[in-house]
Protein backbone atom coordinates (compact mmCIF):
# COMPACT_ATOMS: atom_id res chain seq x y z
CA UNK A 1 0.00 0.00 0.00
CA UNK A 2 1.79 3.46 -1.12
CA UNK A 3 4.67 3.18 -0.33
CA UNK A 4 8.33 3.43 -1.87
CA UNK A 5 9.55 0.64 -0.66
CA UNK A 6 10.65 -2.28 -4.28
CA UNK A 7 8.58 -4.65 -2.31
CA UNK A 8 5.27 -3.43 -1.86
CA UNK A 9 2.93 -5.81 -3.36
CA UNK A 10 0.75 -3.23 -4.34
CA UNK A 11 2.84 -1.18 -6.70
CA UNK A 12 2.83 -2.55 -9.75
CA UNK A 13 3.45 -1.53 -13.32
CA UNK A 14 0.76 -1.63 -15.34
CA UNK A 15 0.73 -1.37 -19.25
CA UNK A 16 -0.62 1.67 -20.13
CA UNK A 17 -1.20 1.12 -24.25
CA UNK A 18 -4.26 2.08 -25.33
CA UNK A 19 -6.60 -1.12 -25.41
CA UNK A 20 -10.31 -1.49 -24.91
CA UNK A 21 -11.68 -2.24 -21.27
CA UNK A 22 -14.41 -3.65 -23.28
CA UNK A 23 -12.74 -6.81 -25.03
CA UNK A 24 -15.09 -9.84 -25.46
CA UNK A 25 -12.08 -11.81 -23.64
CA UNK A 26 -11.57 -10.13 -20.50
CA UNK A 27 -14.24 -8.27 -17.65
CA UNK A 28 -14.79 -4.61 -17.57
CA UNK A 29 -10.98 -2.65 -16.82
CA UNK A 30 -9.13 -6.06 -16.40
CA UNK A 31 -5.45 -5.15 -16.13
CA UNK A 32 -2.29 -6.59 -17.60
CA UNK A 33 0.43 -6.89 -16.01
CA UNK A 34 3.91 -5.46 -17.85
CA UNK A 35 7.18 -8.10 -18.39
CA UNK A 36 9.03 -5.35 -18.58
CA UNK A 37 8.49 -2.00 -16.98
CA UNK A 38 6.59 0.93 -18.66
CA UNK A 39 6.23 4.19 -16.98
CA UNK A 40 4.35 7.52 -17.99
CA UNK A 41 8.87 8.88 -18.37
CA UNK A 42 9.14 5.52 -20.57
CA UNK A 43 5.92 6.46 -22.57
CA UNK A 44 6.78 10.44 -23.03
CA UNK A 45 10.25 9.30 -24.96
CA UNK A 46 8.81 6.14 -26.95
CA UNK A 47 5.69 8.38 -27.98
CA UNK A 48 7.45 11.63 -29.25
CA UNK A 49 6.68 10.90 -32.39
CA UNK A 50 3.23 10.99 -31.67
CA UNK A 51 3.03 14.57 -30.71
CA UNK A 52 -0.09 16.27 -31.51
CA UNK A 53 -2.05 19.68 -31.67
CA UNK A 54 -5.92 19.07 -31.30
CA UNK A 55 -8.45 21.90 -32.29
CA UNK A 56 -11.35 21.60 -29.70
CA UNK A 57 -14.70 23.77 -30.66
CA UNK A 58 -17.61 23.55 -29.16
CA UNK A 59 -21.48 25.87 -29.46
CA UNK A 60 -22.53 27.80 -26.42
CA UNK A 61 -25.51 30.75 -25.81
CA UNK A 62 -22.50 32.52 -26.11
CA UNK A 63 -21.03 31.83 -29.48
CA UNK A 64 -18.21 29.56 -30.66
CA UNK A 65 -15.03 28.42 -28.38
CA UNK A 66 -11.93 27.50 -29.27
CA UNK A 67 -9.01 25.41 -27.16
CA UNK A 68 -5.88 23.43 -28.32
CA UNK A 69 -4.24 20.52 -26.85
CA UNK A 70 -0.62 21.21 -27.33
CA UNK A 71 0.97 17.08 -26.52
CA UNK A 72 0.83 13.42 -26.72
CA UNK A 73 -3.04 12.21 -26.43
CA UNK A 74 -1.76 8.92 -26.26
CA UNK A 75 0.44 9.51 -23.52
CA UNK A 76 -1.97 11.51 -21.54
CA UNK A 77 -4.46 9.38 -21.65
CA UNK A 78 -2.19 7.03 -21.18
CA UNK A 79 -1.25 8.22 -17.56
CA UNK A 80 -5.06 8.28 -16.51
CA UNK A 81 -4.68 4.47 -17.62
CA UNK A 82 -2.17 3.86 -15.33
CA UNK A 83 -3.45 5.79 -12.04
CA UNK A 84 -6.80 3.91 -12.95
CA UNK A 85 -5.15 0.66 -12.66
CA UNK A 86 -3.50 1.39 -9.44
CA UNK A 87 -7.00 2.61 -8.00
CA UNK A 88 -8.84 -0.53 -9.04
CA UNK A 89 -6.23 -3.12 -8.07
CA UNK A 90 -6.25 -1.30 -4.48
CA UNK A 91 -10.26 -1.02 -4.19
CA UNK A 92 -12.15 -4.18 -5.30
CA UNK A 93 -15.21 -2.47 -4.39
CA UNK A 94 -14.83 0.05 -7.49
CA UNK A 95 -13.81 -2.57 -9.77
CA UNK A 96 -16.67 -5.09 -9.24
CA UNK A 97 -18.95 -2.09 -9.53
CA UNK A 98 -17.88 -1.21 -12.60
CA UNK A 99 -18.07 -4.75 -13.73
CA UNK A 100 -21.83 -5.36 -12.77
CA UNK A 101 -22.69 -1.61 -14.67
CA UNK A 102 -21.44 -2.70 -17.32
CA UNK A 103 -23.26 -5.97 -17.39
CA UNK A 104 -25.90 -4.88 -17.56
CA UNK A 105 -26.63 -4.72 -21.65
CA UNK A 106 -23.52 -4.23 -22.15
CA UNK A 107 -23.28 -0.55 -20.61
CA UNK A 108 -20.60 1.66 -21.91
CA UNK A 109 -19.26 3.44 -19.01
CA UNK A 110 -18.35 7.31 -19.27
CA UNK A 111 -16.79 9.03 -16.43
CA UNK A 112 -18.11 12.46 -15.01
CA UNK A 113 -15.22 13.21 -12.93
CA UNK A 114 -11.73 12.15 -11.43
CA UNK A 115 -11.08 13.19 -7.86
CA UNK A 116 -7.78 13.84 -5.79
CA UNK A 117 -6.65 15.34 -2.64
CA UNK A 118 -3.70 17.20 -1.78
CA UNK A 119 -1.74 19.04 0.99
CA UNK A 120 -2.49 22.97 0.85
CA UNK A 121 1.29 23.59 2.16
CA UNK A 122 5.30 23.52 0.49
CA UNK A 123 3.77 23.58 -3.10
CA UNK A 124 2.03 20.17 -2.43
CA UNK A 125 -1.92 21.68 -2.85
CA UNK A 126 -3.98 21.67 -5.76
CA UNK A 127 -1.33 23.35 -8.09
CA UNK A 128 1.16 20.55 -8.02
CA UNK A 129 -1.77 18.07 -9.54
CA UNK A 130 -3.34 20.70 -11.23
CA UNK A 131 -0.49 21.06 -13.70
CA UNK A 132 -0.91 18.02 -15.33
CA UNK A 133 -4.49 18.70 -16.72
CA UNK A 134 -3.79 22.16 -17.15
CA UNK A 135 -0.92 21.10 -19.49
CA UNK A 136 -3.04 19.26 -21.65
CA UNK A 137 -5.73 21.35 -22.35
CA UNK A 138 -8.37 21.76 -19.20
CA UNK A 139 -9.44 24.45 -17.91
CA UNK A 140 -9.70 26.01 -14.38
CA UNK A 141 -13.01 26.70 -13.03
CA UNK A 142 -15.15 27.23 -9.98
CA UNK A 143 -13.42 27.45 -6.62
CA UNK A 144 -15.34 25.51 -3.55
CA UNK A 145 -15.16 26.43 0.14
CA UNK A 146 -15.38 23.53 2.92
CA UNK A 147 -14.86 25.47 6.20
CA UNK A 148 -15.79 23.17 8.47
CA UNK A 149 -13.42 20.39 7.16
CA UNK A 150 -10.72 23.29 6.63
CA UNK A 151 -10.75 22.53 2.90
CA UNK A 152 -10.76 24.19 -0.01
CA UNK A 153 -11.14 22.93 -3.95
CA UNK A 154 -10.98 23.71 -7.41
CA UNK A 155 -12.55 22.05 -10.70
CA UNK A 156 -11.32 21.86 -14.26
CA UNK A 157 -13.30 21.59 -17.31
CA UNK A 158 -11.75 19.24 -20.21
CA UNK A 159 -11.18 20.79 -23.74
CA UNK A 160 -14.00 21.52 -25.32
CA UNK A 161 -15.27 18.94 -27.15
CA UNK A 162 -13.99 16.03 -25.75
CA UNK A 163 -17.44 15.10 -24.18
CA UNK A 164 -17.88 14.09 -27.94
CA UNK A 165 -15.88 10.75 -27.87
CA UNK A 166 -17.18 7.53 -28.16
CA UNK A 167 -15.55 5.21 -26.17
CA UNK A 168 -15.70 3.74 -22.97
CA UNK A 169 -14.12 4.62 -19.19
CA UNK A 170 -10.00 6.62 -19.80
CA UNK A 171 -11.04 6.21 -23.53
CA UNK A 172 -14.51 8.12 -23.26
CA UNK A 173 -14.63 11.68 -23.26
CA UNK A 174 -12.65 13.21 -20.87
CA UNK A 175 -13.73 14.35 -17.48
CA UNK A 176 -13.86 16.36 -15.45
CA UNK A 177 -11.26 16.95 -12.54
CA UNK A 178 -11.57 18.07 -8.91
CA UNK A 179 -9.06 18.88 -6.80
CA UNK A 180 -8.67 19.38 -3.18
CA UNK A 181 -6.24 20.46 -0.75
CA UNK A 182 -6.21 20.76 3.26
CA UNK A 183 -5.03 24.06 4.71
CA UNK A 184 -2.92 22.76 6.33
CA UNK A 185 -1.84 26.48 8.26
CA UNK A 186 -5.39 26.38 10.10
CA UNK A 187 -4.50 22.66 11.71
CA UNK A 188 -2.95 22.25 14.66
CA UNK A 189 0.70 22.49 15.58
CA UNK A 190 1.36 19.47 16.12
CA UNK A 191 -0.62 18.38 13.13
CA UNK A 192 1.33 21.07 11.06
CA UNK A 193 4.76 19.69 12.14
CA UNK A 194 3.53 16.58 10.73
CA UNK A 195 2.35 17.30 7.30
CA UNK A 196 5.33 19.54 7.01
CA UNK A 197 7.95 17.17 8.06
CA UNK A 198 6.58 14.56 4.91
CA UNK A 199 6.09 17.20 2.49
CA UNK A 200 9.69 18.74 3.32
CA UNK A 201 11.59 15.35 3.34
CA UNK A 202 10.12 14.88 -0.40
CA UNK A 203 12.36 17.51 -1.99
CA UNK A 204 10.68 18.59 -4.98
CA UNK A 205 8.27 15.75 -5.07
CA UNK A 206 5.31 17.56 -5.88
CA UNK A 207 6.82 18.35 -9.58
CA UNK A 208 5.76 15.26 -9.48
CA UNK A 209 2.18 14.59 -8.35
CA UNK A 210 0.92 12.99 -11.61
CA UNK A 211 3.51 10.42 -11.96
CA UNK A 212 3.36 9.27 -8.31
CA UNK A 213 -0.13 8.88 -8.88
CA UNK A 214 -0.08 6.90 -11.95
CA UNK A 215 2.21 4.28 -10.62
CA UNK A 216 0.98 4.01 -6.70
CA UNK A 217 3.66 5.61 -4.50
CA UNK A 218 4.13 7.97 -2.44
CA UNK A 219 6.50 10.71 -2.99
CA UNK A 220 7.78 11.06 1.13
CA UNK A 221 8.31 8.02 3.49
CA UNK A 222 5.61 5.65 5.51
CA UNK A 223 4.64 7.69 8.66
CA UNK A 224 4.34 6.62 11.94
CA UNK A 225 1.13 5.16 13.18
CA UNK A 226 1.00 7.72 16.14
CA UNK A 227 1.25 10.32 13.45
CA UNK A 228 -1.47 8.78 11.43
CA UNK A 229 -3.31 8.53 14.50
CA UNK A 230 -2.57 12.09 15.57
CA UNK A 231 -3.94 13.75 11.90
CA UNK A 232 -7.27 11.09 11.89
CA UNK A 233 -7.87 12.74 15.35
CA UNK A 234 -8.44 16.40 13.55
CA UNK A 235 -8.63 15.59 10.31
CA UNK A 236 -10.07 12.29 8.48
CA UNK A 237 -8.71 13.87 5.24
CA UNK A 238 -5.62 14.44 6.66
CA UNK A 239 -4.95 11.18 7.60
CA UNK A 240 -6.22 9.49 4.00
CA UNK A 241 -3.61 12.23 2.65
CA UNK A 242 -0.69 10.80 4.67
CA UNK A 243 -1.09 7.38 3.49
CA UNK A 244 -2.81 7.84 -0.13
CA UNK A 245 -0.95 10.46 -1.54
CA UNK A 246 -1.76 11.83 -4.80
CA UNK A 247 -3.67 8.66 -5.36
CA UNK A 248 -6.99 8.69 -7.22
CA UNK A 249 -9.59 9.70 -4.41
CA UNK A 250 -12.24 8.72 -6.61
CA UNK A 251 -13.98 8.34 -9.98
CA UNK A 252 -17.53 9.13 -10.70
CA UNK A 253 -19.97 7.18 -12.97
CA UNK A 254 -21.78 9.90 -15.24
CA UNK A 255 -25.20 7.98 -14.91
CA UNK A 256 -27.35 9.69 -17.69
CA UNK A 257 -24.80 8.30 -19.93
CA UNK A 258 -25.89 4.88 -19.30
CA UNK A 259 -28.01 3.70 -22.33
CA UNK A 260 -30.31 0.89 -19.61
CA UNK A 261 -32.72 1.80 -17.26
CA UNK A 262 -30.37 2.49 -14.47
CA UNK A 263 -29.12 5.86 -15.99
CA UNK A 264 -31.91 7.13 -13.48
CA UNK A 265 -29.34 7.47 -9.99
CA UNK A 266 -32.31 5.96 -7.82
CA UNK A 267 -32.67 3.13 -9.94
CA UNK A 268 -28.78 2.92 -10.08
CA UNK A 269 -28.89 3.59 -6.20
CA UNK A 270 -31.34 0.78 -5.58
CA UNK A 271 -29.32 -1.60 -8.20
CA UNK A 272 -26.07 -1.90 -5.99
CA UNK A 273 -27.52 -1.65 -3.39
CA UNK A 274 -29.39 -5.02 -4.04
CA UNK A 275 -25.98 -6.68 -5.25
CA UNK A 276 -24.81 -6.27 -1.75
CA UNK A 277 -22.57 -2.70 -2.16
CA UNK A 278 -23.09 -0.09 0.82
CA UNK A 279 -23.83 3.48 0.28
CA UNK A 280 -22.93 6.75 1.79
CA UNK A 281 -25.50 7.07 4.08
CA UNK A 282 -24.29 10.90 5.32
CA UNK A 283 -27.27 13.43 4.94
CA UNK A 284 -29.08 10.97 2.80
CA UNK A 285 -28.00 8.46 0.22
CA UNK A 286 -28.85 10.87 -2.64
CA UNK A 287 -27.68 14.20 -2.21
CA UNK A 288 -28.98 16.89 -4.59
CA UNK A 289 -27.95 20.45 -5.00
CA UNK A 290 -30.06 23.14 -4.30
CA UNK A 291 -31.73 23.71 -7.81
CA UNK A 292 -32.61 20.22 -8.04
CA UNK A 293 -30.37 19.42 -11.30
CA UNK A 294 -27.29 17.48 -9.86
CA UNK A 295 -27.52 14.65 -8.17
CA UNK A 296 -25.20 12.73 -6.48
CA UNK A 297 -24.45 9.23 -4.40
CA UNK A 298 -21.27 7.07 -3.60
CA UNK A 299 -19.97 3.85 -2.15
CA UNK A 300 -18.32 3.78 0.81
CA UNK A 301 -14.54 3.19 0.68
CA UNK A 302 -12.48 0.21 0.82
CA UNK A 303 -10.03 -0.73 3.21
CA UNK A 304 -6.55 -1.49 3.04
CA UNK A 305 -4.00 -2.69 5.29
CA UNK A 306 -0.91 -0.48 5.46
CA UNK A 307 2.44 -1.25 7.24
CA UNK A 308 3.42 2.03 9.18
CA UNK A 309 7.41 2.64 9.04
CA UNK A 310 7.36 1.65 13.08
CA UNK A 311 6.51 -1.68 11.91
CA UNK A 312 2.97 -1.84 12.52
CA UNK A 313 0.18 -3.24 10.27
CA UNK A 314 -3.17 -1.37 10.42
CA UNK A 315 -6.42 -0.74 8.57
CA UNK A 316 -6.32 2.37 6.47
CA UNK A 317 -9.35 4.07 4.57
CA UNK A 318 -8.64 3.89 0.38
CA UNK A 319 -10.91 4.99 -2.40
CA UNK A 320 -14.87 4.27 -3.36
CA UNK A 321 -17.00 5.25 -6.36
CA UNK A 322 -19.38 8.21 -6.98
CA UNK A 323 -22.67 8.57 -9.21
CA UNK A 324 -23.33 11.21 -10.69
CA UNK A 325 -27.11 12.59 -12.72
CA UNK A 326 -26.92 15.89 -14.29
CA UNK A 327 -30.11 16.58 -15.48
CA UNK A 328 -31.09 19.08 -18.27
CA UNK A 329 -31.02 23.00 -17.76
CA UNK A 330 -34.35 24.61 -17.95
CA UNK A 331 -33.71 26.49 -21.06
CA UNK A 332 -33.04 23.15 -23.18
CA UNK A 333 -36.20 21.23 -21.92
CA UNK A 334 -37.98 21.25 -24.78
CA UNK A 335 -35.17 19.56 -27.20
CA UNK A 336 -35.63 15.92 -27.98
CA UNK A 337 -33.71 13.69 -25.97
CA UNK A 338 -31.64 12.74 -28.93
CA UNK A 339 -30.55 16.49 -29.79
CA UNK A 340 -29.24 16.41 -26.11
CA UNK A 341 -25.41 17.05 -25.54
CA UNK A 342 -22.91 17.22 -22.34
CA UNK A 343 -23.57 21.19 -22.41
CA UNK A 344 -27.03 21.22 -21.98
CA UNK A 345 -27.05 19.94 -18.66
CA UNK A 346 -25.85 21.27 -15.35
CA UNK A 347 -22.23 21.63 -14.89
CA UNK A 348 -20.23 21.89 -11.99
CA UNK A 349 -20.47 20.60 -8.43
CA UNK A 350 -22.35 21.94 -5.40
CA UNK A 351 -20.65 22.54 -1.51
CA UNK A 352 -22.95 20.85 0.43
CA UNK A 353 -23.14 17.57 -1.51
CA UNK A 354 -19.19 17.41 -2.01
CA UNK A 355 -19.05 18.17 1.62
CA UNK A 356 -20.80 14.94 2.38
CA UNK A 357 -19.12 13.01 -0.31
CA UNK A 358 -16.06 13.58 1.49
CA UNK A 359 -17.56 10.91 3.75
CA UNK A 360 -17.72 8.11 2.22
CA UNK A 361 -13.53 7.28 3.83
CA UNK A 362 -14.82 8.59 7.06
CA UNK A 363 -14.55 6.07 9.91
CA UNK A 364 -18.03 6.12 10.88
CA UNK A 365 -19.14 5.36 7.34
CA UNK A 366 -16.89 2.15 7.14
CA UNK A 367 -17.96 0.94 10.56
CA UNK A 368 -21.51 1.55 9.80
CA UNK A 369 -23.27 -2.17 9.48
Not at 85 to 110: E, F, G, M, Q, W
Not at 228 to 236: D, Y
Amino acid sequence: MLTTSKSSTLSPLFSLGRISPFSTKSKFFNTIPMKEPTSPIHLALTNQHKKISVSCISQSEQGSHKTSIQGGEDFFRGVLESMQSVYLNRNPTAKAILDLVHSVDNNSLCYDHLAFRTFGVNGYGIDSMASFFLDYGYTQRDELRFPGKKLRALWFSPPDDSHAGTGSGINGPLPRIFISELLVDQMSPKTQEIIKKYTGSSGTGNKYAALASSLGLLTWEKPLYSEFQQLASESEYAAWTLVNGHALNHVTISTHRLKTHLRDINKLNQFIEENGFRLNSEGGVLKVSPDGLLQQSSTVADSVSFQFSDGLTESVPCSYIEFAERLVLPQYKNLPETEIKEFHRRDGFEVASADKIFESTSKEQLNRV
